[in-house]
């Protein structure tokens, strides 16, 4: 949980397996407090939109949602691959970056990102739900890796890209920190989205898709 007020950010991290929907209104109100800042103070809602768990991301729009439409503010829906490689580069200063989020069933959750003139991680090309051995690879060199997907499928992955790799920088977790920092920019683009538009994004979307029937009729 992040609040960012002119520049200057307030964040609060926990690790607590199905207690998110209970801890999260608390979290939220110690932030505010601390800050000094009020709800109608508020200027917009930043959440993570996913790829990841679908229990984690529900509820993360879900309170993105409700605060949006009780306040009538509009939300940034922000890439958890993007908040990785924010991450990355933070604590690292690696430049570009393969995200990579271990998505089960054998298939990693990918994203390869680059910094801009504004040092906000952007998206080249789309981010990509697959098997390893099957992500897409960049065409240039000095790429570091990042995400849990970098630690289950290490060895895949670095075969898939070893000519491109600088290093693999292994497991990290998107945070609210970076997902504050690249909603700031999204807003600042004006790419914010009304409440009602806040909802996950799970890049298996197009995979569980059925094929449509055909209604026919006498």
């Known amino acids: 949980m992040a609040l960012l007020v002119d520049g200057v950010l307030y964040e609060r991290y926990q690790e607590t397996p199905r207690e998110h929907s209970k801890i999260i209104l608390p979290m939220i109100d110690e932030l505010l407090k601390e800050a000094g800042v009020n709800r109608q103070q508020l200027d917009g809602v930043a959440f993570g939109r996913g790829p990841g768990s679908f229990v984690g991301l529900r509820i993360g729009a879900g309170v993105a949602q409700g605060?949006?439409?009780?306040?009538?503010?509009?939300?940034a829906p922000v890439s958890t691959l993007a908040a990785i490689a924010q991450r990355c580069y933070r604590e690292t200063g690696a430049e570009q970056v393969l995200a990579a989020i271990d998505a089960r069933m054998q298939e990693v959750y990918w994203g390869m990102y680059c910094l801009n003139r504004?040092?906000?991680?952007t998206l080249q090309h789309e981010e990509m739900v697959c098997?390893?051995?099957?992500?897409?690879?960049?065409?240039?060199?000095?790429?570091?890796?990042a995400g849990s997907g970098w630690s289950t499928y290490a060895e895949t992955l670095e075969q898939q890209v070893s000519d491109r790799l600088r290093k693999n920088n292994g497991f990290l977790l998107p945070t609210a920190y970076d997902i504050a920092i690249i909603g700031q920019a999204l807003f600042d683009q004006n790419l914010e989205v009304p409440a009602e538009q806040a909802v996950p994004v799970y890049l298996r979307d197009k995979v569980a898709e059925k094929p449509k029937r055909t209604l026919h009729t006498h």
Request: aromatic residues 8%.
């Open 131 to 145: 098997a390893p051995e099957k992500v897409m690879t960049p065409k240039t060199d000095d790429w570091v890796g």
């Open 118 to 121: 504004d040092k906000i991680m």
């Open 67 to 75: 605060i949006a439409f009780a306040l009538d503010l509009p939300v």
